[in-house]
């Protein structure tokens, strides 16, 4: 947190934790303690299926799923989101004393309900019920927290099953894809119901395409595909819930946003799907590439889809060395900076 605002605090409104600590393997942190050998096997309700790796690209990862004859039980499943924002809220206080930021609000970023049932070899009816449950009850301690602290709860959902079942036509998926593929709707809808009723503001973290190995390719993305997730998300969305922002990873990994105007064209379509209070946030700050290309793909946004464009980084700041981070940082500041002046003229 401190790092963020010491060179991005004049253009940060929303503030985060960061991808460290548990959160820097995203869902694999929870699929770890799953299949814990330490754990006695009788009160464990996973096992691995599939031995591979815990490190490297999603594909090769271990794969694992519930134990023959067990159904899950939601206060069986180890999920502490509750626990890391617990321990997130003390700091975040501290940084809005120190920066004398009052205005700031705190990023509570929780994994999908879906990836996690799907990603653990979990989804069917009976287990997929516990994991809606389980997130239900970390949610609303979240919320609890927040509100005890006096602190204001951006909570974002980051689900790039939605993207990747959104850009995968449905020849290509095996199934059962292909049917999680055509009741995505309901899946994305049953994930804003379980927002506590004193939670008004989320964000979509929901088209990220997976970096954990650095190595995502944006070359080769078509971003009509962040258009078609969007769609069917802002389709059910319950009145009452305020979707503050929805990301738009165009860097991945190593691989900065392409700076050609054409492949964002597409986005234009998004002034008929976003409500008019929802803001774009372009993922494109990225510390292999000069800020200069990031300042021009930028406007070009802004002038495709006439809104005003939030800046992100690539997904995995927690995951760079300091100096990548620090770079990134920078570019999204001075990007930021200079859609303002441009603004202002």
């Not at 996973?46 to 790796?53: A, I, L, N, Q, T």
Request: aromatic share 8%.
């Amino acid at each position: 947190m401190r790092t963020h605002l010491n060179i991005a605090g004049e253009t940060t409104t929303i503030l985060s934790g960061g991808e460290t600590r548990r959160a820097i393997d995203w869902i694999l942190y929870y699929f770890k303690k799953m299949v814990d050998e330490n754990i006695p096997e009788e009160d464990r309700d996973f096992e691995v299926k599939v031995p591979g790796r815990w490190d490297g690209p999603y594909p090769k990862l271990t794969q694992i799923g519930p134990i023959e004859g067990r159904i899950l039980d939601p206060d069986s499943l180890p999920l502490d989101y509750a626990d890391i924002v617990a321990e997130d809220l003390p700091v975040f206080q501290r940084m809005q004393d120190e920066y004398n930021r009052p205005d700031l609000k705190y990023l509570y970023a929780k994994p999908g309900v879906l990836d996690m049932a799907l990603f653990s070899g979990s989804f069917r009816p009976e287990h997929y019920e516990a994991w809606l449950e389980a997130d239900r009850k970390q949610w609303e301690m979240v919320s609890a927290l927040a509100r005890a602290a006096g602190v204001r709860l951006v909570s974002q959902i980051d689900s790039p099953t939605h993207l990747l079942l959104s850009m995968t036509p449905e020849e290509n998926l095996p199934e059962p894809w292909r049917r999680y593929k055509r009741h995505l709707g309901d899946f994305v809808l049953q994930q804003f119901q379980n927002a506590p009723a004193d939670v008004t503001e989320i964000a979509l973290h929901d088209k990220c395409r997976g970096d954990k190995d650095g190595k995502a390719n944006v070359e080769d993305m078509n971003f009509r595909a962040f258009v078609e997730a969007d769609e069917r998300t802002f389709r059910v969305l319950p009145s009452g819930l305020r979707v503050v922002y929805s990301e738009y990873p165009f860097a991945a990994g190593r691989c900065p946003a392409p700076t050609e105007r054409e492949p964002y064209e597409i986005m234009s379509e998004l002034d008929d799907i976003l409500p008019k209070d929802t803001h774009i946030v372009a993922g494109i700050a990225h510390e292999g590439q000069p800020v200069e290309d990031q300042i021009r793909i930028a406007e070009q946004l802004e002038d495709i889809t006439q809104r005003k464009v939030w800046i992100s980084g690539a997904c995995g700041n927690g995951r760079l060395d300091q100096e990548a981070t620090e770079t990134r940082l920078g570019n999204s500041n001075a990007t930021v900076l200079a859609l303002r002046d441009r603004q202002n003229l």
